[in-house]
């Protein structure tokens, strides 16, 4: 949740006013009215001067400066906060030069052509836990400047269309869609961020082309329906986050798109093999995420990636670590030590694995067993 936008009252008073024998009173404020020297006959003298028919006249008030705040909402330099308020739909009047704009926690169903109307210079549009299942293909078009998209928890079907062309994040998991067509990112060349984990999405869901055109950074798919690692996605990606799906083996051309891959998760699925010469296709990894898996050895092809550093292995079926299982027989392959090795949760007794085993390790705290309790 963003932070409430504060509320500043300030009321200011310079001084009493006196009213001049030459001159004809002029308010400038309510505090003009106060008591002054005389022990209130300032006051006493406006209410005679009023009863006498003086020329003292009412004038309606200046309308306010600058756009109005909706309803409910509060208002604070460019940030325009409408979370929790129970709302049905976008609020009408927004200030023009909001910069954020927070609705989540709302009821909102369905975002109509002309709910974003005049907001060009938007940058963050945060609709966390509503219920919208329907956008306008045209509800987007006049958030020109719009970079962050927060869409989560909703009742989306499908990836909204014509997205703003500026977007460079994403996040839309834990929705409804099933489905992402070919072209359902086109025109987004300055993405670099998509969250839609917690979708009930199948491989088969991804159409071929659905992610063409985009140099992504980063990608999770977490929590889905996926049964082996997506073959079409941007070869760009740095991160690749497939966590909590129903993957059973990682085979040989599996990752052979992803040769730029720094981090992967892969924990909390069901695989049992990962086939010899799979690891070779990411030589820069440096984080490997395989716990809570099904696995009875340790992956081979790590000794040969000079960059690992850290790698999960713990909660899995590993038996035995053997001498060549982590580091290169020879001195100077390997360009980092690990600083993180997880082998907790395996059936594998720590005493019986040779200490070499670990001699590409920075530190003997980055082994751990799980031993250090007993």
């Known amino acids: 949740m963003l932070p409430s936008a504060s509320v500043l009252l300030l009321l200011c008073v310079s001084g009493l006013l006196v009213p001049s024998q030459g001159l004809p009173f002029e308010q400038r404020g309510f505090w003009d009215f106060g008591l002054d020297g005389d022990g209130g006959g300032g006051m006493m003298m406006m209410m005679r001067d009023e009863e006498e028919g003086s020329a003292f006249e009412e004038t309606p008030a200046p309308p306010p400066d600058g756009p109005v705040c909706p309803f409910g909402c509060h208002c604070h330099r460019h940030v325009v906060q409408c979370s929790d308020l129970g709302l049905t739909a976008v609020p009408k009047n927004i200030p023009t030069d909001t910069k954020l704009l927070d609705l989540q926690n709302n009821r909102i169903t369905e975002l109509p052509e002309d709910s974003f109307k005049g907001l060009s210079n938007l940058y963050a549009l945060v609709l966390v836990n509503n219920k919208i299942s329907k956008v306008n293909p045209r509800t987007f078009v006049p958030l020109r400047h719009l970079q962050k998209l927060y869409f989560s928890r909703n009742l989306l079907t499908a990836v909204p269309k014509n997205l703003p062309s500026s977007l460079v994040e994403l996040r839309i998991h834990e929705n409804r869609i099933k489905k992402v067509p070919e072209g359902a990112f086109n025109g987004l060349g300055s993405m670099n961020c998509i969250e839609m984990g917690r979708n009930p999405i199948q491989n088969s869901g991804f159409e071929p082309g659905a992610f063409k055109g985009l140099k992504l950074n980063y990608l999770r798919i977490s929590e889905a329906n996926l049964t082996g690692i997506p073959k079409d996605l941007p070869e760009s990606l740095h991160e690749l986050h497939l966590d909590s799906n129903q993957i059973q083996a990682i085979?040989?051309?599996?990752?052979?798109?992803?040769?730029?891959?720094?981090?992967?998760?892969?924990?909390?699925?069901?695989?049992?093999?990962?086939?010899?010469?799979?690891?070779?296709?990411?030589?820069?990894?440096?984080?490997?995420?395989?716990?809570?898996?099904?696995?009875?050895?340790v992956p081979r092809g790590l000794p040969d990636m000079k960059y690992l550093q850290v790698v999960y292995l713990h909660s899995n079926n590993i038996?035995?670590?053997?001498?060549?299982?982590?580091?290169?027989?020879?001195?100077?392959?390997?360009?980092?030590?690990?600083?993180?090795?997880?082998?907790?949760?395996?059936?594998?007794?720590?005493?019986?694995?040779?200490?070499?085993?670990?001699?590409?390790?920075s530190d003997r705290l980055a082994i751990q067993f799980g031993n250090y309790k007993k």
């Open 251 to 297: 085979e040989l051309e599996d990752l052979s798109r992803y040769k730029n891959l720094f981090r992967l998760g892969l924990g909390y699925n069901h695989i049992r093999m990962i086939e010899n010469g799979s690891l070779a296709f990411v030589p820069r990894l440096r984080e490997l995420h395989l716990e809570n898996n099904q696995l009875s050895r």
């Open 319 to 361: 038996s035995q670590v053997g001498m060549n299982d982590f580091c290169p027989q020879g001195f100077g392959m390997k360009r980092t030590f690990y600083n993180g090795i997880s082998l907790f949760g395996n059936p594998v007794n720590y005493w019986e694995v040779q200490p070499a085993a670990f001699r590409c390790v």
